[in-house]
């Protein structure tokens, strides 16, 4: 039986299997991926990162992204902080700020001198179709029947979707119930991210995530992006603010239209191991 060598990480306590595949390709069935990342059985994870060799000269590395469900998406915030610690411990690079290919664009993150990590997340995007969404103009509030209850929300993509809606008391949103019926909606043909957000201040919002193809999350890198975006576009935020979720504070910086999205927080090692791959 073959092994797969992979390492352990975390961010804010969203947890990663990542895999070194810049010598030898990653060549995991949706059923295996599915079996790697189980809690009980395998070494669990709510992603698995594969860090590959880019083709293009302007970028380092090329970077994938698989759901606990085996479906491989586009982007991961939480995921990109973690890439860079991994590529500069395993020695595939000593730059402390490197170009990454992904399935939605390039992102850049860096590695700041206190250990933190700050990531070029890119341009949101709110054009219905790139996130896509059906039957959405676009603008910063859209109601979404959920169930034959009215939500409302607002629609955008991160490199990947995210629906947003503001709540009044962020431990007592519908999210284990109302999340999945968001994430499968019939008006986003790839899934969403739903998320529920409350504003404390200008500069402060409590944020959870039920992220498509995982469930809720301790923490979402992507939709902690988007959530200060939606705040920002609805003008409940300023530009800074400072992200609390269940595994601890992200910081985000938004300057408005056209401009990146930046984040900043930790990244960890936790351990490294072996697991024997089973039959697909």
Known sequence: ??????????????????????????????????ALADRRFGVGCDQVLVVERSSRADVDFRYRIFNADGGEVEQCG??????????????????????????????????????????????????????????????????????????????????????????????????ATEGPRIESHPRFPNRVNAGYMQVVDRANIRLRVWERGVGETLACGTGACAAVVAGRRRGLLDARVTVATRGGLLRIRWDGDGRSVWMTGPAAIVFEGRWPIPAS
Do not use: W, Y
């Not at 039986?1 to 961010?11: I, Y």
């Not at 990663?16 to 295996?32: H, I």
């Not at 860096?110 to 969404?133: S, W, Y």
């Open 1 to 34: 039986m073959s092994e797969l060598e992979f390492t352990k990480m975390q961010g804010l306590g969203n947890d990663f299997v990542v895999v070194d595949a810049t010598r030898r390709p990653f060549a995991l069935s949706t059923a295996q991926i599915r």
């Open 78 to 175: 939480n995921g990109a902080r973690c890439f860079v610690v991994f590529v500069r411990a395993r020695g595939l690079t000593a730059q402390r700020e490197i170009r990454v290919e992904t399935r939605s664009g390039v992102i850049v993150p860096r590695l700041e001198n206190d250990g933190q990590v700050t990531v070029d997340m890119g341009a949101p995007r709110f054009e219905p179709r790139t996130v896509p969404f059906e039957g959405g103009t676009g603008e910063p509030v859209e109601p979404l029947d959920v169930d034959g209850t009215e939500r409302a929300v607002t629609v955008l993509s991160m490199g990947n979707p995210h629906a947003v809606q503001v709540v009044a008391d962020i431990d007592a949103c519908p999210i």
